[in-house]
């Protein structure tokens, strides 16, 4: 496995093209409607009835927010009702009612996980409550490698709070930051001070969790490298565990609080190159390795100990420590992979809410994986995961010629190859150090819905 990672902005640029991120293989755009209820079922019993059931993953969406970050593309609801909140529980709890019994009890669950939104809209108590609810549903793993996270907004959480958390089970946090500067926080409508930012690092470093991600987005308005570098390190002598550099995709057709943002306030493609590479410059030198797509870590971290040992995994939260693992999505807009299959609740909360009051399961779309998916989702989970393929393994699974069932995307991996981003023999296509920075447009090449590469829609956000 190549862990080396060489930073070539000129070959960052050529390929400076939109494309999937990869969380699934089919992405998001190919699910439908016509998957329903019935065929979630049938592949939830599908899963229990394999030789050895995988673990499970619990995902549960909270969709609140008390204030919007015009950045923001993700499902969320802007209130400051705090009441409904409460009603929002009393619906989850009977989607995991509903969803619990599709699997066989002796599954274990080794990863929950809270995202938003903000999850910590809810209060410690009420996500005990959820988090009670879904040990008495499942078998939690009382595995030391267990991981129960929670995505914190540090301007709605206090130091008391974390300890209730840490006691409820909560052994990683997640914190959104983006960037200090108070001119890109006005720019974004996200305010929020350093010290109340490391007072959340250090409290969940006191009580216990055994690792903190913080997020920064690249590409924001007003962003300039002096401000982006002192944010850097400012979070690296907080030394979390991880830290994700996310390039903001402005998508105003998509998502309506960018409409917020000036366009013109933001940095131009050469700007967002700047910021990328103080970013990598800064992480890289404080002991950070590259882990994949926007993640570091640091080497005594489960995230970089699961990438040595082959058993990182991606999937809609992103990089996992878990490879192996069926994912029950629950709440508004969720998603689930069991078995062979993906599928999302409804993004609205109306729909969500009405399918569980008439007792129904909240499926909105999803999709039943081909044959043809399947060897392609491998495929593209070991180059995002490894950063390579190993052929001969992908030949003994899937019976095939890799070869000859690759023979169309053989010209678009010689072109890689010949840029240096790629290196091929018959045993392995190795990403190279100079490929480490584009493994989207690798995977590219073997996406079949996204044929030729340079079809790649607006819907997806920039790689770079």
């Not at 995988?54 to 970050?69: D, E, K």
């Not at 019994?101 to 809209?121: E, I, K, M, S």
């Not at 996310?246 to 309506?256: D, S, V």
């Not at 404080?286 to 990182?312: C, K, P, V």
Request: with cysteine; hydrophobic share 35%.
């Amino acid at each position: 496995m190549n862990t080396d990672c060489h930073f070539d902005p000129e070959m960052l640029r050529r390929y400076s093209e939109s494309g999937p991120r990869y969380t699934s293989y089919p992405t998001a755009p190919q699910f439908r409607e016509e998957f329903n209820a019935a065929d979630f079922q049938r592949h939830a019993s599908n899963s229990n009835a394999e030789p050895i059931p995988r673990q499970l993953s619990l995902y549960a969406h909270v969709p609140y927010c008390f204030s919007p970050c015009f950045y923001c593309g993700c499902n969320r609801v802007i209130t400051r009702d705090e009441r409904r909140g409460e009603h929002y529980i009393e619906r989850l709890l009977l989607e995991l009612a509903m969803v619990a019994p599709l699997f066989a009890r002796d599954r274990d669950v080794c990863q929950v996980h809270f995202g938003g939104g903000t999850p910590n809209f809810l209060k410690p108590g009420q996500l005990g409550r959820v988090l009670a609810s879904m040990g008495r549903h499942f078998h939690f793993s009382d595995a030391p490698d267990r991981d129960f996270s929670i995505e914190l907004d540090p301007r709605y959480v206090s130091v008391g709070d974390i300890a209730e958390l840490a006691q409820l089970g909560f052994n990683r946090a997640s914190l959104g930051v983006q960037d200090f500067d108070p001119a890109v926080q006005a720019a974004v409508n996200r305010v929020q001070s350093i010290q109340e930012t490391l007072a959340i690092i250090e409290a969940c470093h006191q009580y216990g969790m055994r690792s903190v991600n913080v997020d920064l987005i690249y590409g924001l308005p007003r962003q300039t490298y002096a401000g982006f570098s002192a944010t850097l390190d400012t979070i690296i002598s907080a030394a979390p565990g991880r830290v994700a550099i996310y390039g903001y995709a402005h998508m105003p057709g998509l998502f309506k609080a960018q409409k917020q943002i000036q366009p013109e306030e933001l940095p131009d493609r050469e700007g967002r190159l700047g910021l990328l590479t103080v970013a990598i410059n800064k992480l890289t030198s404080a002991g950070y390795e590259y882990i994949g797509m926007d993640h570091f870590a640091l080497a005594t971290d489960d995230l970089s100990r699961a990438r040595q040992a082959r058993d990182l995994h991606r999937n809609f939260m992103g990089y996992t420590t878990h490879a192996d693992c069926d994912l029950i999505g629950l709440g508004v807009s969720a998603i689930s992979h069991v078995g062979d299959s993906y599928s999302q609740n409804p993004r609205d909360l109306t729909s969500w809410e009405a399918a569980l009051d008439n007792d129904r399961l909240p499926v909105w779309r999803g999709v039943s994986l081909s044959a043809d998916d399947i060897v392609r989702a491998e495929v593209i989970q070991q180059l995002m995961c490894g950063a390579e393929v190993r052929v001969r393994e992908i030949e003994r699974r899937f019976g095939i010629s890799f070869s000859d069932y690759f023979a169309n995307e053989q010209e678009q991996l010689e072109s890689l190859q010949g840029d240096g981003l790629i290196t091929i023999d018959s045993e392995c296509i190795t990403v190279t150090s100079r490929g480490r920075y584009l493994l989207r447009i690798i995977a590219m090449c073997f996406d079949h819905y996204q044929q030729p590469v340079n079809t790649a829609t607006a819907n997806y956000s920039q790689v770079v």
